[in-house]
Structures are given as structure tokens and as C-alpha cells.
């Protein structure tokens, strides 16, 4: 019984992955013939394809780390390549959860229209600023996520459990505290920026469109549509994002590590909120649903 659970969940792991890397891999190919025929692509998709480079990074490494630990768990073992592959998760999440906080920011900027100086200054600049922020990004993602090298779960663990179940316990919980308080001094400075953007945002749209609803004017309709779509759109991807950053810091902390199901759980809740949104931003271009259809259909006939 146990068994089957397990290859269940682990066949929902797998499947979520696989079609969560096909939607972003989608979402780059788009863009990419985007910018072949216009030899251009504005800001907003600039920014969609670093995330979705990403998110597909980050399905493709849920899929190679279960696959070691499934079929070659003696790799495991190595402290080396345990250290590399925790630092390169941590790099690809935190790369990913920057990258949504500059697409939230740009969004801000752009639809908010208050006037301080801060604001116009960054409408002004934001297209230009953004080709810099992703790589200063980057690089604050790769410093955040070294320190996860230093904090395994591997032999040691294992030798202490065999001889001591207090110290083990002891031991597991203090690797655990350490990582959390690693992931949550990493995570917490593109939360407070993507908190604060996000409601600056969501509250924008509130009162625009209570004022644009007590005028009842009809020409304002379209408008109205567009900003209810706005709101709709960043509330939902301000809860998805707490929900990835709840699971992947029980993840990163290897809380469930040695517990079967509930590690495959928080896994595949981690990756379902980030394929949700994925396929949100396809069905929001008709571009990428375009190109979505036509990849289907060929499919199709190729089968």
C-alpha cells in the first residue's frame, strides 16, 4: 500500500514537471520567434523569458534530483555533489523569485500613477534599468545560495542515527533551524520588495476602479474589464508565490527529507502553484497560445 502512494505521487511529481518545462519551454520559444521577426521584444517579455528560462530550470532539476534519488541514491552519499546540487537549487529558486519581484516592480511602475519623484523617476528609467537588475539579480542569487552548500544530510547523519537516535534527532533539528534561518535571510529581501510592489499595485487598482465604477460611464467599461483582469492577475500571483516560498523552505531545510510522502507532497505542491501560473501567462498572450495550439496540433499529427 505504501508503495503504490509513493509511485503515485511520485508519477504526479514527475507529470507536473514534465508539463510545467513544456509550458515555459512554450513561453521561451514564443518570445524567441517574437524577437526573430521584430528583432526587438519589449521590456515585459524580456523579463517573461528570464522567468520562464528559470521555472523551466527549476522543473528540469525537480525531475534529474528525483530521478537520483530514485534510482541512483548512492550519489547521494557524495558530500560534493550533495553540497552542488542543494547551492544549484537554491540558485535556480532564488534566481526565479527575483526575477518575479522585477516583473512585479516593472508592473507597478508602469499602471501606478502616483506623483512622487520616486515613481516618475523609475517610469522614466525602468525599461533601461531592467537590463542590469536581472544580472545584479543573479549574482545576489548565487551569493544567497552558496551557504546551503555548508548544511548536509548525508553520511553523517545517517552514522549518528545508527548509533544514536537522541543525538540524531538533535543533530537534524539544528541542520533544519540553520537552513531556515539560511533561506529566510535570502528570500526575505525580494519578499519585502514583492510585497510592497504588490500592494502598492493592488491597492492602485482598487481605488482606480471604485472611481471609474461610481462615474458609470460607459466608455470606461473596456477599462474597467482591463483593471479588474489587472487585480485578479496580481492577487493570484501574490498568492502562488507565498505558497512556493512556504514549500520550498521546508524543502531547502530538509524537514521532510527522510519522510517519503510528505517530501514527494511538498514537492509537488511547490511545483503545481508555478505551473498554475505558468499556464495563466499562456492563456493571457495570444501569442504563446498561438504558438501553444499550433505545437499541439503538430503533435497531433506527428502521433
Keep these: 500500500m505504501e508503495s503504490s502512494i509513493q509511485y503515485i505521487l511520485t508519477a504526479v511529481l514527475y507529470v507536473s514537471c514534465l508539463l510545467g518545462l513544456i509550458v515555459n519551454l512554450i513561453i521561451v520559444a514564443a518570445n524567441a520567434m517574437k524577437w526573430k521577426s521584430l528583432k526587438s521584444l519589449q521590456t515585459s517579455d524580456k523579463i517573461l523569458s528570464s522567468l520562464a528560462i528559470f521555472r523551466g530550470l527549476f522543473f528540469f532539476y525537480i525531475i534529474i534530483w528525483n530521478s537520483i534519488l530514485l534510482f541512483f541514491p548512492r550519489f547521494l552519499q557524495n558530500n560534493v555533489l550533495l553540497s552542488i546540487l542543494n547551492i544549484l537549487l537554491m540558485f535556480i529558486f532564488y534566481s526565479s523569485f527575483w526575477i518575479a519581484t522585477i516583473?512585479?516592480?516593472?508592473?507597478?511602475?508602469?499602471?501606478?500613477t502616483y506623483n512622487y519623484k520616486l515613481f516618475v523617476f523609475l517610469k522614466?528609467?525602468?525599461?533601461?534599468?531592467?537590463?542590469?537588475?536581472?544580472?545584479?539579480?543573479?549574482?545576489?542569487?548565487?551569493?544567497?545560495?552558496?551557504?546551503?552548500?555548508?548544511?548536509?544530510?548525508?553520511?553523517?547523519?545517517?552514522?549518528?542515527?545508527?548509533?544514536?537516535?537522541?543525538?540524531?534527532?538533535?543533530?537534524?533539528?539544528?541542520?533544519?533551524?540553520?537552513?531556515?534561518?539560511?533561506?529566510?535571510?535570502?528570500?526575505?529581501?525580494?519578499?519585502?520588495?514583492?510585497?510592497?510592489?504588490?500592494?502598492?499595485?493592488?491597492?492602485?487598482?482598487?481605488?482606480?476602479?471604485?472611481?471609474?465604477?461610481?462615474?458609470?460611464s460607459q466608455i470606461q467599461i473596456p477599462n474597467l474589464q482591463s483593471h479588474f483582469s489587472a487585480l485578479k492577475s496580481?492577487?493570484?500571483?501574490?498568492?502562488?508565490?507565498?505558497?512556493?516560498?512556504?514549500?520550498?523552505?521546508?524543502?531547502?531545510?530538509?524537514?521532510?527529507?527522510?519522510?517519503?510522502?510528505?517530501?514527494?507532497?511538498?514537492?509537488?505542491?511547490?511545483?503545481?502553484?508555478?505551473?498554475?501560473?505558468?499556464?495563466?501567462?499562456?492563456?493571457?498572450?495570444?501569442?504563446?497560445?498561438?504558438?501553444?495550439?499550433?505545437?499541439?496540433?503538430?503533435?497531433?499529427?506527428?502521433?
Design 234 to 303: 496580481m492577487s493570484l500571483f501574490f498568492l502562488l508565490q507565498i505558497m512556493v516560498l512556504i514549500c520550498m523552505n521546508l524543502i531547502s531545510a530538509g524537514a521532510f527529507f527522510h519522510l517519503k510522502f510528505s517530501y514527494l507532497a511538498t514537492q509537488i505542491i511547490s511545483c503545481i502553484p508555478t505551473l498554475f501560473h505558468s499556464l495563466y501567462m499562456i492563456s493571457s498572450s495570444r501569442e504563446v497560445k498561438k504558438i501553444f495550439f499550433l505545437m499541439g496540433l503538430g503533435l497531433i499529427r506527428c502521433c
Design 103 to 112: 516583473l512585479c516592480v516593472f508592473y507597478c511602475v508602469r499602471i501606478v
Design 124 to 216: 522614466t528609467r525602468i525599461s533601461t534599468m531592467v537590463l542590469w537588475l536581472i544580472p545584479v539579480s543573479l549574482l545576489i542569487s548565487l551569493i544567497s545560495s552558496l551557504p546551503f552548500g555548508w548544511y548536509r544530510y548525508g553520511l553523517k547523519l545517517q552514522n549518528i542515527r545508527n548509533e544514536n537516535t537522541t543525538e540524531y534527532g538533535l543533530s537534524t533539528a539544528q541542520i533544519i533551524k540553520n537552513r531556515s534561518v539560511t533561506f529566510a535571510v535570502g528570500s526575505f529581501p525580494p519578499f519585502l520588495i514583492y510585497f510592497v510592489a504588490n500592494l502598492l499595485l493592488i491597492h492602485f487598482l482598487l481605488m482606480h476602479t471604485r472611481r471609474m465604477r461610481s462615474n458609470e
